[in-house]
């Protein structure tokens, strides 16, 4: 089975920089996913880390560290439309792709 | 736009109706699911099909029946729902297999109200 925590809501303003954390335990990790779901809208893929490090794609960076169990989502430049809830996943070598997902974090970005 | 589809976008049906949820992936993939999304709670995996193959069914009570008649289309089959079924169904689809990001896309899923 799989725990997976990351805060409930944050806030930041428009132009800013935000981390949204997610800590998870795992018996075999295989790959963590961090999805953006809009409200009544259908989660879309952001990023995807399987090995230690930062992965950088645009304004959306995600980093992961297994020995910690431990990966963060970072948000720069941030704009209005980044109002979203962020959704961090984890998929275990046991599943062909399933994934057990965190509650999401709901991030409001004010002017 | 994911290229995956779901039907109707919204459902409110009574404890002793049947109806049925359908989704439709344009992306040539092989696995399919279906997710349960309530309010305050995490998506919750109800089912993995992968090559039409049911191959995860996450202890969902029996009144929920799914079928996945090819590896494009997945249908949820709802009889004598409850009030705390209510909630967002999302489909997903992944290419298939074990390897690689094999990341899901999801549909814009079927709002259901039970009353």
């Known amino acids: 089975g799989q725990n997976i925590d990351q805060p409930t809501e944050m806030t930041a303003t428009e132009g800013a920089i935000v981390q949204i954390n997610c800590t998870y335990q795992t018996s075999g990790f295989n790959g963590l996913f961090w999805y953006q779901q809009h409200a009544g809208e259908a989660p879309t893929f952001l990023s995807y880390n399987v090995l230690d490090g930062l992965e950088e794609k645009g304004r959306f960076s995600s980093f992961l560290s297994r020995s910690k169990g431990y990966s963060y989502l970072l948000l720069k430049e941030l704009q209005m439309k980044d109002s979203a809830s962020y959704l961090c996943a984890v998929r275990e070598n046991s599943g062909y792709s399933t994934l057990t997902f965190g509650k999401g974090t709901m991030l409001l970005v004010s002017p | 736009e994911t290229g995956v589809t779901q039907t109707p976008r919204h459902l409110v049906m009574g404890m002793t109706n049947k109806k049925s949820l359908k989704c439709e992936q344009h992306l040539g993939h092989n696995a399919m699911y279906w997710y349960k999304q309530s309010a305050k709670k995490p998506l919750e995996l109800m089912f993995v099909y992968n090559f039409k193959e049911q191959t995860e069914n996450n202890s969902v009570p029996i009144r929920f029946s799914p079928e996945c008649p090819n590896s494009s289309h997945l249908f949820l089959h709802l009889h004598t729902l409850q009030p705390e079924d209510s909630a967002l169904y999302l489909c997903?689809?992944?290419?298939?297999?074990?390897?690689?990001?094999?990341?899901?896309?999801f549909g814009p899923g079927t709002r259901l109200t039970v009353l």
């Open positions: 997903a689809s992944t290419p298939g297999g074990l390897a690689g990001k094999n990341e899901q896309f």
